[in-house]
């Protein structure tokens, strides 16, 4: 694949791609593997929820953005990585059958302050369906090297043998968003990226060098086979609702259980390091802010600062989120 460099754009440039189909198998498999919400997996099921109908993940339409990205924009190049996602909003559902096309334009260059020969490369992209709405926007920003210049030499890296946690079985009230502390923290478990799922993701989704083989990811700065991003990311979704479904059968004998609702977005995520094949992930959520929802009367907004640190205990991921949530019980 060719490399990109910092010389191939240009602010102001705006790049596209061939469109992608979507279809009902590529939603309900990415969701039984992540996204296992009814709104994301059945349509009979989806009609009694907030959604009302079958929709795709949101992290799942990210994941098809860096698909297409890839295919279109980037050509099959690997960038040299991105720090994060200054800002993602999910605009409209991508349902099945959907057709998906790729925008990107570039918004801002700059170079290393401190490693000479490299920029960052500031850009917005988004998704649009083939009914000509916008189902996603993203501003964010990737590394590249410039033209010329020597590449970064590979970081020293051991690639831990995959050692997953059992699963835990504490549970704990999930109370309803007008009654829930600022502040509470629910810790979500662990997730392990051995090197089969990583290749597996980065095939459907991101398949950059250093996310599809070991061998040519050693020869990268990276050091090592990691995972994409979007895949660290889905994990998270994985755990928040493999500890949240534990956690709303403890409630439910105990009484009503608040339903969630779609996401419109989130902010600031950051990949603070490289989730290495190997590595065990131990995921959290604590609720930082809520508000009622003017619109929806029984339902608010929750924001959460979400977090990732590796079997060392280094941090390696997190974002804000804004989720809709039920407020109070129905009737109350």
């Known amino acids: 694949m060719p490399d990109l460099t910092f010389d191939d754009f240009s602010v102001g440039d705006v790049l596209t791609g061939e469109p992608l189909a979507v279809t009902r198998e590529d939603i309900v498999g990415f969701a039984r593997a992540f996204d296992f919400q009814p709104f994301h997996l059945d349509e009979a099921a989806a009609e009694k929820t907030f959604a009302g109908r079958l929709i795709a993940s949101g992290w799942h339409t990210a994941s098809l953005g860096m698909r297409l990205l890839q295919q279109g924009p980037f050509q099959g190049g690997s960038s040299l990585g991105a720090p994060g996602i200054d800002e993602l909003r999910w605009l409209a559902p991508v349902l099945p059958g959907d057709t998906l096309r790729v925008r990107l ?191 929806r009367p029984g339902w608010g907004i929750a924001f959460s600062r979400n977090t990732g640190v590796n079997q060392r205990d280094e941090p390696v991921f997190a974002f804000d989120s804004t989720v809709f949530m039920q407020w109070a019980p129905d009737g109350a």
């Open 105 to 295: 334009e570039i918004t801002g260059l700059r170079d290393s302050a401190t490693k000479p020969g490299l920029g960052f490369v500031s850009a917005l992209l988004g998704l649009e369906n083939g009914r000509g709405e916008s189902v996603m926007t993203q501003r964010f920003t990737f590394m590249l090297a410039r033209a010329g210049t020597d590449p970064l030499p590979p970081r020293p890296v051991t690639l831990a043998a995959p050692h997953p946690l059992p699963e835990t079985n504490d549970a704990e009230a999930i109370p309803f968003l007008g009654e829930a502390a600022i502040g509470l923290t629910r810790e979500l478990g662990s997730y392990t990226f051995d090197a089969e799922s990583v290749v597996a993701f980065a095939r459907a989704y991101d398949p950059q060098a250093f996310h599809l083989d070991d061998g040519a990811a050693r020869r990268t700065h990276f050091g090592g086979l990691c995972a994409s991003g979007w895949h660290t990311a889905a994990a998270y979704m994985n755990r928040l609702l493999t500890t949240r479904a534990r956690d709303a059968a403890f409630t439910a004998a105990r009484g009503p259980v608040p339903e969630s609702g779609p996401s419109p977005g989130f902010r600031n995520m950051r990949w603070i390091r490289p989730v290495y094949a190997g590595d065990t992930i131990r995921f959290a959520t604590r609720l930082t802010d809520k508000r009622a929802s003017g619109s």
